[in-house]
């Protein structure tokens, strides 16, 4: 059965700092995906990592994939208060590459 | 463009009493899935299905049943609610095994409280 933990499960951090979220999974898998998601609102598609190795960025956030280690990490740099919401990320796995999810990053960034 | 849509938004049920999630999808995605989202537990997989006519069990799928008799559309029912099926419910869709991807669009969601 497949697992997915990603930690920290809460994040205050100061506005202009830097920090990173991991998140690690327990069988094989080559596509990882990072979510968001503000309260009373529905999940937005942020990173799709396809493989071993793949780094994408996006504006002060950039997801890395670690087949290997089965691991994948947000790095958020300069954090701003629009940043602050629920971070997920998901594993894909079985013939319907349906998603299992981690239970996500409840980020807040103070000012 | 619509997307994924899911009706109610919505909704308040006594215990023992049955009701249906509708979710449409207008971009002739293959497959589709039906989640809960309870607080502290991410997202759990309730149902599946990967083209019309076809449906399969996710990680929770006791006291659900599903439906997929068009392609754009996807039911899942609560035939007998219960307090333990208060969550919020998302259903996503994907092109399958077309695409490269495998990436999941999701609707707004539906809250049900189960009194």
């Known amino acids: 059965e497949l697992k997915v933990e990603q930690n920290p499960l809460f994040l205050s951090m100061q506005e202009g700092k830097n920090y990173t979220i991991y998140c690690n999974y327990s069988t094989t898998s080559d596509r990882l995906y990072w979510y968001r998601q503000d309260p009373g609102k529905s999940l937005e598609s942020l990173f799709v990592?396809?493989?071993?190795?793949a780094v994408k960025q996006e504006g002060r956030l950039m997801a890395s994939l670690d087949t290997k280690a089965r691991l994948s990490t947000l790095h958020i740099t300069a954090a701003v208060h629009d940043l602050s919401a629920t971070y997920f990320c998901?594993?894909?796995?079985?013939?319907?590459?349906?998603?299992?999810f981690g239970s996500g990053t409840q980020l807040t960034v103070l000012p | 463009n619509a997307g994924v849509t899911q009706t109610p938004k919505f909704r308040v049920l006594k215990t023992g009493q049955s009701m249906t999630l509708l979710c449409a999808q207008d971009m002739n995605h293959e497959y589709m899935y039906w989640y809960r989202q309870d607080p502290g537990m991410g997202l759990r997989l309730i149902h599946y299905s990967v083209g019309e006519g076809t449906t399969a069990k996710g990680e929770v799928p006791d006291g659900y049943n599903v439906s997929r008799l068009k392609k754009q559309n996807f039911l899942l029912g609560l035939e007998s609610a219960a307090p333990s099926q208060t969550s919020v419910y998302f259903c996503?869709?994907?092109?399958?095994?077309?695409?490269?991807?495998?990436?999941?669009?999701f609707g707004e969601g539906s809250r049900l409280t189960v009194l």
């Open positions: 996503a869709s994907s092109y399958g095994l077309r695409a490269n991807t495998g990436e999941l669009f």
């Open positions: 990592l396809l493989s071993n190795g």
């Open positions: 998901a594993v894909s796995s079985g013939s319907a590459r349906q998603l299992t």
